[in-house]
């Protein structure tokens, strides 16, 4: 069986600081999405029941994806596709999932396909969705819980009123949610054998999508929300409690 | 000159980090107050191989080299001095074996204590030695192809935990002194109880009591009479963990009092307004970066010894200014935190507490800087 987890490089966003509102970028490490190493953690898992599930994954941005994907690699995938090229510098989801899409066509025989809920950058939350509807496959979102059982998953969609037990054949997508699993932490030697695992790296012109074809969405400014401190006085706590309340934040 | 790290060796912070922050971290204050670090815990960095980052897979090691073990041991050392010290001198044993062991020594003791299954510990000090190698008095006897080891030996770190001790002894047939790689637990080994000391509760020291210890010639470590040798050389390797686990401290003092310095309000405005406050919080971050280079430096040094002489002299000098400056920049922390820092609540209180001890560990301070003065006058 075969797994392919996409995940996105996005800057570590812990040492992101902010500036005029604008995120400060410079020297700040990239890693992988978040909530995409719990889809590959998810893989992960389901490959150490089962020796003889492949877990691959695919990834599609700049140059420095080929440096940064060592970390899935370490943290249990067996190879890495990977779609390279500065055009994909800004991509948006749209064209993102086009060329993951063209990616996953040429590879072989893939069973189940996984993605994280959202990027933990922007948080569109669209590209599984997206590439399921290119491939004409099913797709299940905000799974909390998944198992694969004859031929299929079984999974768990958290909705905000309630849980729903999913059946869904394969080839199939599936995007995860973060509470799914914790990510293990890879341990130093499998960090060093990282960069030796496989790697099968195509440029852009490799794979069948044509990038200028895909209007990109273009981000005209990017805030940090502007903080106002309401900076009220309370002498008891009933007084805070009651200010609480009255700002709907308990108690709801 | 290229100061960047690897992706390797990002990822090998990280991985250290995220493990002392989810793990050490949230019972810090517990290993602080019961001077006890719990099985899991060691368990957890035993399977993440940090108890054998430097060494060679062939001898169950990660092989990332000492410039990694720096990277990790600073962030385990942030979390917790104590964690960092039970590795440090179980790398300084294990280091030694690494060094001097044969083919079949390093096969036989290194594999388990890589993997964390085992912890080595390094036994020199006596009561009666203090730096003073020409003191020891454990002796060793040679009986055909055994020696027997009789001795006490003081202040030893993992001397509880099972494993290989490297042991130093004075041979009575020509009396020289010798290392000998030591079983702990076997017939005749007992230990103390850990002694309470002021600070980096957690890394135990313990007593150990050698009676009558039945020791294998070929456990021998190094030929014979190279003691001075494996210690000197053994040490200068271990003080790259001291180091470590110093700037750890350091790392977590700067944090501490940032963190502090935004928050703390003084007429409703935060504590970092004031000018004081920042001259402190500057000299605290010039003084880290300082650390943090010159421990990153001995660490790149480590993997790369050409003199052991010079290795011994950059080891000393780092050992010692980051061990000085972890006093230092605790004080000022304690003193951005006002009596606050005085108050077991805050980190800084258990920082400034463990600071002093790195300073008397592995060689105090003055032993530092006679090698330092020593080797750049030529007389080593």
Redesign the interface.
Known sequence: MNIVVAMKQIPDLQQIRIRNRQPLFDDV?LTLGTIDKNALEAAVVLKEADESIKVTVLSAGNEEVE??I??AL?AGADEAFLILDDALEGADSAAIAAVLAAAIKQMDGVDLILFGEGSGDNYSGQVGSRVAELLNLPQVGYVSSMEIKGGQAVVTRTLEDCDEVMEIALPGIISVMAGLNEPR?????Q??K??KKPKEVLELDEVDVDIKKLAFTETISNLAPESNRKKIVVKSVDELLQGLRSENLIGR | MDFSLSKEQQLIQRAAQEYAEKFIEPISQQIDEENQVPDEILKGLGELDMFGIPYDDEYGGAGAGYASYVLAMEQIGKASSGVAMIISAHTLGLGAINAFGTEEQKKKYMTKGCKGEHIVSFAFTEPGTGSDPKQITTTAVREGDYFILNGTKRFISNAGFPGPVVVFARETENGKISAFIVEKFCEGYSVSEPWKKGGMHGGPLLDIYLKDVKVPAENMLAPSGMGYQVLQFGISFGKVGVCSTALGGVLAAMEESFKYAREKTHRDAPIAKFQAVQLKLAQIAELYEACKWMTYRLGWLADRVKDPVQFAKDAALTKDYVCQQLVEITSLAVSVHGSYGLMRDYKVERLWRDSIVGLQIEGVSDMQKMIVAGVMLGSK
């Open positions: 490490p440096d940064t060592k970390e370490a932490i890879p341990s130093v030697t960090i060093l990282a960069g």
